[in-house]
Structures are given as C-alpha cells and as structure tokens.
C-alpha cells in the first residue's frame, strides 16, 4: 500500500477521503501486515491506489525460497523528491548519521516529518551538539524479505534546534519525547538540503 501510494504521490489523508476509511488506521495498515482488512474495504483500497487486490495482496510474487534470493525480474530505480517525502511521512524511525573521530556513526531515532522538516527529540546537550555539526544525514528504510520489496530514503540537511516559542508549542504537539527517561528534551530540526531515494521494482516477464 505505501508503496503504490508513494508511486502515484498520493498522501494518506487523500486515500482516506477517496475510501471513506480512517486515515489513522490506513496509517496502521502499512505498518502492520497482519491487520485485518476486510475484502470491500480491499477493493476501495485497490480502487483508489490505481491497482488490483491481487496486487495490493502481493499475489503475483512468488514466496522468496531461501535467504537472500529476490523475487524474478527485480530492478532498483530512483524515487522522485515527492515519493521520498510521501515515504518520509509515512515511517516512523529512521536513523541519524553523522561523523566522529572514528568514522560515520548512524543511531535509530523516532522522528516527525512536518513541514517539510525532520523533527527529532533529544536532551538538550546533544541537541546543542547536533547544532553544532551543522549538516547530518538521515535515513530511513523499509523491507519485506518475504515480497522482496523495499525502499530507501537519504536525507542531507541542516540542523537547528526549534527555540521559537511558537514553533515549539506547535511541534510538541507531535508528542515526540526522549526513549530513555522522559526528562527534560530539546527539539531539533532538520532541514533538507538533498533528498534521494530508490525503491526495488518487479518486472513482469515479457
């Protein structure tokens, strides 16, 4: 589902409405495999992404036989700069990229993607320390080995910490916090300066 939306740059709210479905649960539905879904509500679904249930089902791809193997006919292509924001805004974690004394360091975050920004909460020394490497990577990805289908996005940007009491009441919101204690945490922002991505696409045989 998020795959085939992100093809036709479609957000889930704009599915929600063309379905009659709620957007919180469609948001559900592409997290969790094993959610029920009912056969009308799959048929809606089909309908407005363009495509078959089968498709939505994965029917047409063969089960991967052993680690490793890939499904016929795989091809990576690129994905535009509004698929990787569709998918920006449809993951939940992504990982933190930045460089140290010993080399590239990635670390899993939750995040928000909002206003055409990553927003991340940490305590507020290593917000200040973020600040000040100025640029960061972020990645996030998605893969099922069973479909072999996946996608990838790469984000370079700039960092700032939100210290604009108005933007900062508004990300709160988000209800972003700290996975450790909870405690006291500082918003950080990332702007994108380059977005790149790349999706895994199964032909069909001629």
Known sequence: MARRRAELGLSVEEVAKETG?????????????????SGGSLV????????????????????????????????????????????LGTAEFGRLIYGKARGPVAIPVNYEYTEGQIVISTDPGKATWLEG???????????????????????????????????????????LALWNDGGEHSLVAITPTEITGRVIVHHAPW
Request: charged share 30%; proline share 8%.
């Open 21 to 37: 479905i709620d957007p919180g649960y469609l948001d559900y539905l592409e997290h969790h495999a094993d959610a029920d879904l």
């Open 44 to 87: 809606l679904l089909s309908m407005a992404l363009q495509t078959t249930p089968e498709q939505l089902l994965g029917g047409r791809l063969p089960v991967r036989r052993d680690p490793g193997a890939t499904a016929p006919h795989p091809d990576v292509e690129p994905l535009t700069v509004e698929q990787c924001e569709v998918h």
């Open 133 to 175: 490497l100025r640029i960061v990577g972020f990645e996030v990805d998605r893969v099922d080995a069973g479909l072999s289908e996946g996608w990838s996005v790469v984000v370079t940007g700039e960092v700032r910490i939100v210290d604009d009491p108005d933007e900062r009441e508004r990300l709160l919101s988000l209800g």
